[in-house]
């Protein structure tokens, strides 16, 4: 059965360096997603990706965070210069299509630790 | 006030024990979810709907779309089915998922 794949599962960082976090949605899936979950909090929606376009986006994905696909199968979240708060669990999801029919598959997650 | 609110917040159970998780919403939706979250953190997606009730094994989910309401049932519970369960809901003309607090639950032998 496909599945969302994220790598890498855990990453350290050291605050103020550059993260890039990886996820291989599912191939025929057209629609992209970021969500994070601080410890003990709700995951929260980051954003969502069409076309090679954000779509839709949240406060918390301001400046620091970017978005790409820069080929057919992956793609990434890149927090610029990492915050201590950053750390948190950051899930990819993916769906094949917009409609409220299709439902979100979630990747394993990628815990990132900001020292 | 949260737009997705779960009840209960903790939820123990003996092996066997019927279980019920509500979920309610204060936002027009077009689809409700319920997500199951384990120990390692990974999430699985259990059910999907926008109206009536669905059943896999022995979870069953209904919504009750007028009330804004859903409910998560487990038949039969075993201690492989301790998890954080998860309501997360579409709202119109967004494609994001706003999630509740979740419920976790422990099962007991």
């Known amino acids: 059965e496909p599945e969302v794949t994220q790598t890498p599962s855990h990453q350290v960082t050291q605050m103020g360096q550059e993260v890039i976090l990886r996820c291989v949605p599912i191939s025929n899936h057209l629609y992209f997603y970021w969500y994070r979950q601080i410890l003990g909090q709700k995951v929260e929606f980051l954003v969502s990706f069409y076309n090679n376009e954000i779509s839709e986006k949240s406060e918390i994905f301001d400046d620091q965070f970017s978005v790409e696909r820069p080929d057919g199968s992956n793609f990434t979240l890149k927090i610029r210069s990492t915050k201590l708060e950053d750390s948190a669990m950051y899930f990819c999801?993916?769906?094949?299509?917009?409609?409220?029919?299709?439902?979100?598959?979630f990747g394993p997650g990628t815990r990132l630790t900001v020292l | 006030k949260n737009e997705v609110e779960q009840s209960p917040q903790n939820l123990t159970a003996q092996e066997g024990e019927f279980i019920t998780i509500n979920c309610s919403y204060s936002v027009g939706i077009s689809a409700l979810h319920w997500l199951q979250q384990h120990p390692g953190g990974g999430i699985v997606s259990l059910f999907m709907l926008s109206s009536g009730k669905k059943k896999h094994g022995r979870l069953i989910a209904t919504i009750n779309i007028q009330e804004k309401h859903s409910s998560l049932h487990i038949t039969a519970s075993h201690p492989r089915d301790s998890a954080v369960y998860i309501c997360?809901?579409?709202?119109?003309?967004?494609?994001?998922?706003?999630f509740g607090t979740g419920t976790r639950l422990q099962v007991f032998p």
């Open positions: 997360a809901v579409r709202s119109h003309n967004t494609d994001k998922l706003i």
């Open positions: 999801a993916s769906s094949r299509d917009f409609s409220s029919y299709n439902e979100q598959f």
